[in-house]
């Protein structure tokens, strides 16, 4: 008997919309859960373009987990840990703490668009969704996992979100920002356009070039396998844009674009940005952070936002400004305050990562290379106790809750801190774009108490940097060290002595 | 430094579309295939090791029979998710072939 082509059933098994008959329309599809207004009533008509049925869907999944599982067990004995750079180990640690459980927390947000999109390929769609994200949270915990031996700071994997150290809120504030307190349709532009069409492509393809070139292949395989799944669900967003579009709703997905891809850019810019800057080996690095937000992010996304109907966003010429500098003044505070991350930090520093750095951003001696000098002669005078250490908590963003950071050091001083006063209180901003998010809905951010606010209400207890680090829950054998533990500055002590 | 934020809007407007694949047996045959299959294209080829982008400009069929032939076995074009690590332009995914294109010319 002759099979039947998938296109010849596939709406026929998808639509799977009824009339309610024991509870209205409104309780089945709550306004505030779904965000679909009648003007956006045709859900029959919504088709997605990425057709996947399940028998496929199982098929496939399978061939991706035998590929990453058996490239993680030829390479289980090539000791790439024991003999990889001490800063690469970092990144690793970093990945590991940062995106597991936020892919557990992804999952839920798939699941909501399961239940409470209007639309039958939403919903099937986010259900392939919610399934990939479980496979990435399995998957990635459990690779990161076998490090355990090695390190405490690998237990952050399944530690990170459950602490208050403050990448980990910083991370968990945008993640529940995006994923799991907005309504089905914020959530699909949120999350599914503006995060995963855009900004995961640095983390899970950026990254695992970056990782292949640094001779991790069981990292790269890993991420890059983790992508091909995001490459379909995340095709959810596009076309309910396009129906919102047609239905006059363009303001309101654009609001919801502009809003998703700053809070990215902020969160990944740091952690993405500063790893591929800084902490990937400079011999073997070979495109800039920069770069790859130009091959991804402008070249890739921005085009494809100005093909479903929407513009670039109002902040697209700071932006642009933005992405060949934050990752330089925040490295410079992660590095500062590395005893607040669960990872060491590397300073990235030495006579050739500084050439390089210069090679692709010009000006950075200029600016941020002058506040590298004055650390690399603290360093060198092993005044590290007394002049490279916190001592204080860093100032963070009210909405990014990342150290406020924007602006240039050195040649051309701009640093600046954004404020707003709200219903009596002073807010503190990284920029113009953050105290704009905050602004479109202050009562869903007013509440949330930054980690200096918790230190001023006495919440961190007692209030030294040891208490910080403790409320942080960073143990002994977890707080962030120098990467390389100083090592780094004989490539300046040896080239002064031979000058 | 001067950024000139012009070139971006340069950088922006083009209309190349297409796949991004990572490496391996399947991503070379995808390369052959899309020769074949879209003959009058000028295809665009960036190999950054863990992954190859493949493109061209407005529009690219990539047929599941084309790559059977070039990989010498059975080839459902579903199996291109394993390999699929995102694209440029839009998909359109059919039963014996996928389409990448845009809608708008820029």
Redesign the interface.
């Known amino acids: 008997m002759a099979k039947l082509?998938?296109?010849d059933w596939y709406d026929f098994t998808r639509d799977t919309n009824w009339t309610p008959k024991y509870v209205s329309e409104e309780e089945l599809f709550p306004q505030q859960m779904c965000g679909m207004t009648d003007a956006m009533d045709d859900w029959n008509s919504y088709d997605e373009?990425?057709?996947?049925t399940y028998t496929?869907y199982v098929?496939?999944q399978r061939?991706?987990d035998a590929?990453a599982y058996s490239v993680r067990a030829v390479l289980e004995r090539s000791k790439m840990w024991d003999n990889a750079p001490a800063p690469w180990r970092s990144v690793l640690i970093q990945h590991y703490g940062a995106i597991p459980l936020a892919e557990y927390a992804a999952c839920t947000a798939e699941a909501h668009m399961t239940r409470f999109s209007k639309a039958p390929g939403m919903r099937n769609m986010a259900t392939f969704g919610c399934l990939d994200e479980m496979r990435h949270g399995q998957m990635q915990a459990y690779f990161g996992h076998e490090h355990v031996s090695k390190t405490r700071q690998a237990d952050w994997g399944w530690k990170a979100y459950h602490t208050n150290e403050w990448a980990s809120i910083a991370s968990r504030h945008f993640f529940d920002d995006m994923m799991t307190t907005r309504s089905a349709v914020e959530t699909a532009i949120g999350l599914t356009f503006a995060f995963e069409t855009g900004f995961t492509?640095l983390q899970?393809?950026a990254l695992?070039?970056e990782?292949?070139?640094a001779g991790d292949h069981t990292f790269?395989?890993l991420i890059?396998?983790v992508?091909?799944d995001?490459?379909?669900h995340a095709?959810i967003g596009?076309p309910l844009i396009r129906h919102m579009v047609e239905a006059g709703e363009t303001e309101r997905a654009q609001k919801m674009l502009d809003i998703g891809l700053w809070r990215a850019w902020k969160l990944f810019g740091t952690l993405t940005g500063a790893s591929m800057d800084y902490m990937a080996p400079v011999e073997l690095r070979?495109?800039s952070f920069k770069e790859f937000m130009?091959?991804?992010i402008?070249?890739?996304f921005?085009?494809?936002i100005?093909?479903v109907g929407l513009q670039?966003p109002w902040y697209?010429?700071h932006w642009?400004?933005d992405i060949?500098e934050w990752q330089h003044s925040v490295q410079i505070g992660l590095w500062f305050w590395r005893p607040t991350v669960w990872w060491d930090h590397a300073a990235g520093m030495g006579p050739a990562e500084r050439d390089w750095l210069e090679e692709k951003?010009?000006?950075w001696n200029d600016k941020w290379g002058k506040v590298w000098d004055v650390i690399i002669r603290n360093v060198a005078a092993g005044e590290i106790e007394e002049k490279v250490m916190p001592k204080t908590l860093p100032m963070v963003c009210n909405m990014c809750q990342i150290p406020i950071a924007s602006g240039n050091p050195g040649g051309e001083w701009s640093v600046k801190d954004y404020q707003l006063e709200q219903d009596g209180r002073l807010y503190h901003f990284c920029s113009e774009q953050c105290r704009w998010v905050f602004e479109q809905e202050p009562a869903r951010y007013q509440g949330h108490l930054d980690l200096n606010d918790r230190f001023l209400a006495g919440e961190i207890q007692p209030p030294t940097l040891e208490g910080a680090l403790q409320y942080m829950g960073l143990a002994p054998g977890e707080i962030g060290d120098d990467a390389e533990r100083y090592e780094w500055i004989k490539k300046f002590t040896r080239q002064e002595k031979v000058a | 430094m001067g950024v000139d934020v012009s070139t971006y809007d340069e950088l922006v407007n083009n209309n190349r579309v297409g796949p991004v694949l990572t490496g391996g047996p399947v991503a070379r045959a995808v390369v052959e295939a899309v020769e074949i299959d879209n003959p009058d294209k000028e295809i665009l080829i960036d190999d950054k090791g863990a992954y190859i982008r493949i493109e061209c400009d407005g529009e690219m069929i990539i047929r599941q029979e084309t790559i059977s032939d070039v990989l010498g076995r059975d080839f459902e074009i579903q199996e291109l998710e394993i390999y699929l690590g995102s694209f440029s332009g839009r998909i359109e995914s059919h039963d014996d072939y996928v389409r990448f294109y845009f809608e708008k010319n820029v």
């Open positions: 082509k998938r296109s373009p990425y057709k996947q496929d098929k496939v061939e991706k590929g492509n899970f393809l695992a070039a990782a292949g070139d790269a395989s890059s396998s992508q091909t995001e490459a379909r095709q596009g070979k495109h130009e091959e991804w402008v070249g890739q921005e085009r494809q100005i093909d670039k697209w010429e642009m400004k060949g951003y010009p000006g």
